[in-house]
């Protein structure tokens, strides 16, 4: 057998959520992954396994995802660009290892084909109810970047652009789609492999002696090294110095969990990105992400056709949140309707953004469809009475 | 209406969802449609039932699951059972005749039947009758060109199976051709607009059956 | 005993030590330091290359060992050291890759990951320090604890049967097997080094005393009794079956070198089968590509 394919799958293609992420994955350079198989997640990488010989790189299934999520750590310290894929349960377990990565700022990529919980939930049926957990899920205190593709197309594009974030920042990035987006079909494009803007990781030039692992740019970002390479570095997920030798006192934690955190939240308005239709004159705002915001703006088309000024903000990037542009849109309003699949998670972040100057309304689901788009438009309706 | 809504079922084995499979890549890369296509996952999904859903649009599809079929294509009594209240009162349904019994009226006179497996076995394989109903779904509602199909047909089936299915595919054609080539004038005036204009895209793609 | 905790003027091992994190955090009479000694010594016998050795840890106190030594090192989370440095190993081949951890780390909340990395051959170096007890957390019962010895979580005794390491990792496939006690500080260096050269999972079991909570809370006497008590009742028995290697409450102790065979690794296995499925060029690991 003769192995199939370029790392790049260029042209127009009629795939899955699931295979574009995966072609998206290797296209922005991912030669490990590891994973544990899930449902709706698992066609990632079984894709991967099947793709990666040919290209270099390798694809181990682990004997759970605790294993994957840090098997991905592991090989992105011996320079790969490793990602793992999950879904629900499997997500819950990886937690720890979110935190570990956070830590010891290692540039891979969870994705999360969200399908319905809790607990073994609705294994292979649409759910957006981990969206909390991807920004808060492991213990104590990070911030991370989530992005929601809506469409296979998406879930290509913005693979790679998870890639590059979590190289550009040095931190694990969430890639949160939904079974809905993942098995579901569409024409897929794919460009040239010299068009596509792949971020090579940040190696330090510098010589050991001089190089800390930990010690941050002026963006607050540290360069990276590899084992292997005569650095003779350490690395820990307890409270380390600029070295990343342990230390355990209030000091270097507050300077490295401040920095930890600063390096997203200060670059918030270079991360976040918002897709925008009809807000220029509408009075009602629909917030809706992944599935969901197809399925929004439908019911925002339906309320134009009867007049009703409405319009839709969708975060493409979830985490960091788009606070400011709500504050902004809460500002000349009528009301926000938030649509989510599940009983409340962004909405209070749009609550939050919107401060109290505008009504803001949920219309939740709790997983296992996708919203009617007529349920949408009653709410958009009430709100604009 | 700028949709269509088809649906493609039968049992496990019969090539469903390469069947939808083919008319979605058609149709979307093709053709320059609209495609989005969903189909049933798992235990459910291995069972004997198997289904696969397409929306067929001029504009992008958002609500991506089926309300109603406008095109029912069944290749197994349990579908039909199954999935035949979902038609539109003027939908198109396509059947396997020698393995669905059409019960009812409601359909009588969009009910196209062809006897795929026969036809499969007369050109020495069976499992190629999901290609002779994709030619005969094509031939009958012009959800896609045909050579929108033939492409999509040898991009899907596996190596060095190319001319045996695009003969399945032609022999479909051909059978709904021949059989109802008097009804599809009507029919194509029926089903929505949408799906009959793609049969003849004005964007140089002609009718080449 | 001079032997065991000898201190010459120079320390030869220094060099392999991050000496500006001394002191470090053992207690007195703790055997971790002592294998981190042989282990620098089978470091130099061996002459591998220390830019591409890389320690992994897990949590615990044998897991803050790669903190101090002076070679690219992970302290990983609590169990996942072998997972992390299958996937290190994985993504860069021509690192020798030693995982460095206790028995609780390994062998209770990693123990899948320990009995699948053994299964697949993955070509990581295992030391297990196992005193028997979780140190860092104070003393609790560990699946190596021997029955009716005390911990703070079996206060009348522990009721449970330990595991039998060795047997363990050979039955789940491990390549190399030895065990020996801290009291063997030659032999601990000798089949370090012969697992530095050796391709697959290599497993080393080294019995190492915690005076602090298992020996006194036992009244086993400190670390200095501990050595005197592996002398006595430890038995060198090259060869043994690991059945009948267990271990018992202040029993004897087997030691030696029990499994030395040849297997393929997990790459080459995973190369092998490619490469008969697929016209592959030759090594085509995620290593061998750059990135940048």
Known sequence: MKPKGDRVLTGTQFLDGDQACCEGALAAGANFAAGYPISPSTEIVERFASRIPAVGGVFLQMEDELAASIAIVGATWGGAKAFTVTSGPGFSLMME????????????????VQRGGPSTGLPTLPGQADMM???????????????????PQECFDLAIDAFNLAEQYRTPVMFMMDESVGHMTEKVVIPPANEIKVLPR????????????????????????????????????????????????????????????????DHAADIVRCEEKHTFDAEIVVVAYGITSRVALKAVEMAREEGIRAGLLRPVVVWPFPEKRIRELAGR????????????????????????????????????????????????????? | MNSTEIRIAGFGGQGVILAGMILGRAASIYDGKYVTLTQSFGPEARGSACSVQLIVSQQPVLYPYLTRADILVVMSQEAHERFAAGLMPDGVLLYEEDLVRVNGTAHAGKAFGIPATHLAEELGRKLILNAVMVGFTTGIT???????????????????????????????????????????????????????????????????? | MSEAIGVQPVNPVEPFLRTERMPHIWCPGCGIG??????????????????????VSGIGCTGRVAGYVRLDSFHTTHGRAIPFATGLKLANPELTVVVYSGDGDLIAIGGNHFIHAARRNADIKVICVNNFIYGMTGGQVAPTTPTAALATTTPYGAFER???????????????VAR????????????????????????????????????????????????????QKSVVRNGANTRDVQIDLQGEIVVGKFVDIERPTLKQAMDLQLRQKLDLPPSNGGGSHELD
Request: aromatic share 10%; glycine share 8%; proline share 6%.
């Open chain 1, 333 to 385: 309003m009528k009301s926000l309707v938030v649509v989510e699949m599940n009983y409340g998670q962004l909405f209070y972040e749009v609550e939050r953004a919107a401060g109290g100057r505008v009504p803001t309304s949920l219309v939740s689901h709790g997983g296992g469809a996708v919203h009617e788009p007529e349920t949408i438009l009653a709410e958009i309706r009430r709100a604009a009475q």
């Open chain 3, 180 to 231: 020996w006690t801290a009291y063997h500080v030659r032999h601990i260096a000798h089949s370090m080094s012969e697992a530095f050269k050796k391709k697959g999972l290599c497993f080393i079991e080294i019995i190492a005393p915690c005076p602090t909570l298992y020996q006194r809370r036992n009244h086993f006497g400190d670390g200095l009794e501990a050595m005197r008590y592996y002398k």
């Open chain 3, 34 to 55: 002592t294998t981190v000694n042989c282990f620098a010594r089978a470091l130099v016998s061996s002459k591998l290359p220390l830019d591409k050795v890389a320690v």
């Open chain 2, 142 to 209: 012009g959800v896609t060109s045909p050579k929108a199909a033939r492409n999509a047909i040898r991009d899907l089936v596996p190596p060095g199976t190319d001319a045996l299915n695009l003969a399945a595919f032609d022999k479909g054609l051909e059978f709904g051709l021949n059989r109802y080539g008097s009804a599809i004038q009507t029919q194509q005036a029926t089903v929505p607009e949408e799906a009959s204009s793609m049969t003849f895209r004005a964007n140089g793609s002609k009718h080449d059956s």
């Open chain 1, 202 to 265: 940040r190696y330090t030039r510098l010589p050991p002696v001089e190089y800390r692992p930990f010690r941050p740019s002026p963006e607050g970002i540290p360069e990276m090294v590899k084992a292997g390479e005569g650095y003779r570095f350490h690395m820990t997920g307890l409270t380390h110095d600029e070295r990343g030798y342990p230390a355990m006192d209030w000091q270097v934690q507050d300077k490295l969990v401040r920095r930890l955190v600063g390096k997203i939240r």
């Open chain 1, 133 to 151: 957990q991807a920004r808060w899920g492991s213990h104590g205190d990070y911030e991370i970047i989530a992005l929601s593709p809506n469409s």
């Open chain 3, 162 to 176: 330990p595991f039998n390491l060795p047997f363990l990792a050979e039955s789940s496939g491990a390549v190399y």
């Open chain 1, 97 to 112: 290892h979110i935190g570990y990565a956070s830590m010891t700022e290692t540039p891979c990529v969870f994705v999360d």
